[in-house]
């Protein structure tokens, strides 16, 4: 049968949809605020930074070319560096010593007018070439910007273990204005200008660079490259500009990593609920396959199909439930059988008891008569074996009549010492002639709610049926136990057994394995245990005995069990 | 020193709104004020004997304000404690009668020019002393060598003050760069064998002591076979304010080990910003010249930073010897603080001094000094058991062991509550540069090699 709109695939699109469209909005709008967040950064306040940047950088040269514009025209410098040696002034000295005696400045260098380097006046952070010897110091092949008359002379990058560093040279005047005697320039330390870019905008997004002729340098005088997306300040010298290297990456990696693990998250969690619903849709179908197909099996009459019961859920109550009144069904279906049956034949055989039981009476009586008036003693046998089977014929009938129709119950409470103690009253002899061993056991004094003489019949058949079919030195045990609120009655033999394909046949009218007998006994026994609201069932297998177990009611005076097929009957 | 950096930044803008003709006017007249502020006149402090009857004068130089002011300060009462040791240790009568003048050199090597050159015309003093900055000691050294005045140098570590730039009147009486580096790069190969770290990221400040730090180190480790990767130099000015721009390179390198030459408040405000912003969560950071000594350790609290590794040129808590205790005792009584390394240091320089008095006698000229100096062997609150310090004759260097530790919970010297432990111990005789290292370096620095090194330039 195929389920056109199917509920459980409704469920699935709906949870897909109600789980994931939130996670969408969410992303939509965290999309949103990285957008606005990166139009902020990169807005005016960059330009802004950058122009500030550019004035303290500016700033800071200037001060640098005023500072040896101020020295080279000091009285006296010019002449410093060729002075020989003891005809130095101590007054420029000192003012020298004192002029480079800051954190900024390596020290304040002379060079000749073809600029060879003369002398070098070490400034309080004096460190490798030129001021120690061990490595070369050299200006050639470093870029020169002019500002003014003043050149500037590099950067050059720091490499190995020296630091970076810049030249501003100004030259130096003999008496003639035009002639050029040779240079004074202050070494200058490179980080102390690529400081004044200042501490990053937005840490690790916004990279500030000094751009110059010998390549772009951080904030710490580093030489750099850069990878993201440039941004140029206002320029300070002719190739010299700061920068705001600005790496998106970086102003949207929180941004991106959030996102991905969102959309991941959405993904993952999608994914999740389809295939979760999809196999819960699968299992769900499945079973309700099963209830179907077992709905199915039943109707068309299969009672003893059973639906597998899987767990404790609904589909598995659904399904105890199925399988639960296809027993009941086809318990009663079976016992209207059954019923129907016997009633047929009960009607047959006391139709036919009814007409033999009086010519049967009349033949008795004749033979009688005939037996008391015969001499021969051998024709007397023959009357009396006559008469013997007549009376066997008679119980024969009225077993049929009583079959047929059987006596309504009238229960009471019955002790089952009393029980026991008739039954073995009968049945002792016939089991002591056998060489079979009776014996009564479980609990005298428990009672049960049945009628006496119906009860009486059942014990007697099953134990006579017991004892005949056991071999000499067996046994058979009557035991009363109560089970689940009822008294059972337990008939167990040690004879051959009954095979399995007999098994359901043997308490069905007229069916017996001995070569006496009508086979109504266990019919009977079974009818009448059902009518005082029993049960009886057989186990047995061949070697190993017959148990045979009657389970009745406990009594209960104030609502007084009567089977309703009883009433029927 | 603040004020010619306040005059050379400040006063420049002035002057370029003054107008540039009378600019150097007022910049030369600043300038000399400059110089002549700084030297009569300024409070000075003299312990020992009186003019009178001092045997001899010793000029010394410290800086007593700022960052390493603490330095000035520890170095004086150092000097006191070795001069009451002299008097009670040399046989009775023949401790020489030292008198000590204590300048502030305001850490600027034009301020301590102008203190040892007036040290030397008007007090006669027989000794320079002292001096914290390596830069600042070059400047004196060369006015020691100029005027021909034994300096004993008790705080500074460059080594070029001993190698290239040696000169028969210049002591040390203190570890160097090369020592402290040798010990150091022992400790790294010996890390590296544990740890396996490959990438090596430097930090010194940008003056001569935190390059020639760095040139030692790499020497160090060269000779010592460590293959490293060089993760970058960085060079911030000594006494940086704000090291946020260079802890965020330092991150960036993503180093295994971390070594710095950065000392005293420079030291401390970058440690407190690396560990601030957990550049040592995932790097060691190595300090083996300074970075044990007292005011770092007593400003860690009770953090106990895992993965520093430091050393100092003198420790309070080793060697745990008879000599050290009385020393670090002495100083306590003395002070109520336990000493940083630069007492011991200047404790050294006057011990040094007066040995070599009293042993060449206080009449002694200069070159009777300089043969007694020269292998003079005293012993040292850092001497471990057994040992006793000397002066190499060759290098006019102090030799002697170096201890390195880590940073361990210990609350025996408050204010600190961690002091160094785990100690390992390199000898004295292992840490000393070999004598062909010396004179390969004073020969290139003579540009006597045939590299490509121009000739020395002649230094004012």
Redesign the interface.
């Known amino acids: 049968m195929v389920i056109e709109k199917s509920i459980v695939r409704r469920y699935v699109i709906l949870s897909v949809l109600a789980s994931t469209l939130p996670v969408v909005a969410i992303g939509l709008l965290y999309d949103r605020f990285t957008g606005n967040a990166l139009e902020q950064l990169l807005g005016d306040k960059i330009s802004t930074h950058l122009t500030a940047t550019a004035n303290r950088l500016g700033a800071y040269v200037e001060a640098r070319r005023y500072q040896i514009e101020t020295l080279a025209n000091y009285p006296g410098i010019s002449g410093f560096a060729s002075a020989r040696k003891g005809e130095t002034s101590d007054e420029v000295a000192a003012l020298l010593q004192i002029e480079s005696d800051l954190p900024d400045l390596y020290g304040i260098l002379f060079f000749a007018a073809d600029g060879h380097l003369q002398l070098a006046v070490p400034g309080q952070a004096a460190s490798g070439p030129p001021y120690w010897a061990d490595r070369p110091f050299a200006t050639a092949g470093l870029p020169k910007t002019t500002l003014g008359e003043t050149e500037i002379i590099g950067p050059m990058p720091a490499t190995g273990g020296d630091s970076g560093w810049l030249l501003l040279r100004h030259p130096l005047h003999g008496r003639q204005p035009d002639q050029v005697t040779g240079y004074i320039a202050l070494h200058v330390r490179l980080a102390s200008l690529t400081e004044q870019l200042g501490a990053n905008a937005a840490a690790g997004a916004l990279q500030p660079l000094l751009r110059t002729p010998a390549g772009d340098f951080n904030t710490v005088g580093q030489a750099a490259v850069a990878h993201g997306e440039i941004i140029a300040g206002p320029e300070i010298l002719p190739g010299w500009r700061p920068l705001l290297e600005i790496e998106s990456m970086a102003i949207l990696k929180s941004f991106a990593l959030e996102r991905r693990v969102l959309l991941i998250a959405a993904l993952v969690s999608a994914a999740l609920i389809v295939l979760l619903f999809y196999r819960l849709s699968r299992q769900l179908r499945q079973r309700i396959g099963l209830l179907l197909s077992g709905a199915k099996a039943i109707s068309s009459g299969q009672l003893d199909h059973r639906i597998a019961e899987h767990g404790s859920d609904e589909i598995a109550s659904v399904s105890h439930a199925f399988n639960a009144m296809s027993s009941k069904l086809k318990e009663h279906l079976e016992r209207a059988v059954r019923l129907e049956k016997l009633a047929v034949l009960g009607e047959f055989a006391s139709g036919i008891a009814h007409e033999i039981r009086n010519p049967l009476a009349a033949i008795k009586t004749s033979v009688q008569a005939l037996a008391r008036r015969e001499s021969d003693p051998k024709r007397a046998q023959l009357l009396g074996e006559m008469e013997g089977e007549i009376d066997r014929l008679a119980r024969v009938v009225s077993d049929l009549v009583d079959f047929g129709r059987p006596r309504p119950p009238a229960p009471g409470a019955v002790s089952v010492r009393e029980l026991a103690r008739r039954v073995s009253a009968i049945i002792e002899p016939e089991a002591q002639a056998r060489g079979v061993h009776f014996s009564c056991q479980g609990n005298p004094d428990l009672e049960l709610w049945a009628d006496p003489d119906h009860l009486q019949q059942v014990v007697l058949n099953l134990a006579l049926n017991a004892v005949q079919a056991t071999p000499a030195n067996g046994a058979v045990i009557l035991r009363a136990t109560t089970e689940q609120g009822r008294i059972a009655i337990e008939v167990k033999d040690t004879g051959c057994g009954i095979p399995a394909e007999l098994l359901n046949r043997v308490s069905d009218p007229f069916f017996t394995t001995k070569t006496k007998g009508v086979g109504l006994g266990l019919s009977i026994s079974r009818q009448l245990c059902e009518l005082n609201g029993g049960q009886m069932t057989i186990d047995s297998a061949p070697g190993h005995g017959t148990v045979v177990r009657v389970l009745l009611p406990l009594p209960n005076p104030a609502t007084p069990h009567q089977a309703p097929s009883c009433q029927a009957s | 020193?603040l004020f010619?950096?306040f005059f050379?930044?400040r006063l420049?803008?002035l002057?370029?709104a003054t107008g540039?003709r009378a600019?150097?006017r007022v910049?030369?007249a600043i300038?000399?004020a400059?110089?002549a502020w700084s030297i009569p006149g300024q409070a000075r402090i003299e312990i020992g004997a009186s003019p009178r009857t001092a045997d001899a004068t010793v000029g010394c130089m410290f800086p007593l304000a700022g960052r390493a002011a603490i330095y000035g300060r520890d170095s004086i009462a150092g000097m006191k404690l070795a001069l009451a040791d002299l008097a009670t240790e040399l046989p009775p009568g023949t401790a020489p009668k030292l008198r000590i003048l204590v300048e502030d050199d305001r850490?600027?090597?034009?301020?301590a020019?102008?203190i040892a050159e007036n040290f030397i015309a008007r007090d006669k003093v027989r000794f320079l002393c002292g001096v914290v900055?390596s830069?600042?000691a070059?400047?004196v050294s060369r006015v020691s060598r100029a005027r021909q005045v034994i300096m004993i140098g008790t705080d500074h570590a460059s080594s070029?003050l001993t190698i290239?730039d040696f000169h028969r009147h210049y002591f040390r009486v203190s570890n160097d760069t090369y020592t402290s580096m040798a010990a150091g790069a022992r400790y790294l190969a010996d890390l590296q064998k544990t740890s396996g770290w490959r990438r090596l990221a430097?930090i010194g400040p940008?003056?001569?002591y935190?390059?020639?730090a760095?040139?030692d180190l790499?020497d160090a480790m060269a000779s010592r076979g460590v293959r490293y990767e060089m993760a970058?130099?960085?060079?911030?000015?000594?006494?940086e304010p704000d090291y946020?721009?260079?802890i965020?390179?330092l991150k960036a390198a993503k180093p295994d080990v971390i070594v710095t030459a950065l000392w005293g408040g420079d030291f401390i405000a970058f440690l407190k910003q690396a560990l601030s912003s957990g550049l040592l969560d995932k790097a060691r950071l190595a300090n083996f010249d300074t970075g044990g000594n007292f005011d770092v350790l007593a400003s860690l609290g009770e953090q106990a930073p895992p993965g520093l590794i430091l050393s100092a040129r003198h420790h309070n808590n080793w060697p745990e010897t008879a000599r050290n205790r009385k020393f670090v005792d002495d100083f306590h009584r003395l002070e109520g603080r336990f000493p940083t390394y630069a007492a011991e240091g200047a404790y050294a320089g006057i011990r040094a001094i007066g040995q070599a008095m009293a042993l060449a006698g206080t009449r002694a000229g200069n070159e009777q000094l300089i043969r007694t100096l020269e292998g003079l062997h005293m012993s040292l609150p850092e001497d471990p058991e057994g040992y006793v310090s000397h002066i190499d004759a060759e290098t006019h260097q102090i030799v002697q062991a170096q201890a390195i530790g880590e940073v361990v919970p210990n609350s025996a010297f408050a204010p600190a509550k961690v002091m160094l432990g785990r100690w390992v111990v390199y000898r004295a005789e292992e840490l000393q540069p070999p004598l062909d290292l010396v004179r390969s370096?004073r020969a290139?620095?003579?540009?006597d090699t045939a590299s490509?090194?121009?000739?020395?330039?002649?230094?004012?």
């Open positions: 020193m010619p950096l050379s930044k420049t803008d002057l370029l540039r600019a150097w910049r030369l300038s000399l400059a110089v850490s600027k090597a034009s301020v020019t102008r900055s830069g600042v070059q400047a070029r290239e430097f940008d003056y001569d935190g390059h020639i760095w040139r790499e970058g130099h960085l060079w911030p000015r000594l006494y946020t721009a260079y965020a390179e370096r290139r620095a003579r540009g490509t090194a121009p000739p020395p330039i002649p230094i004012q």
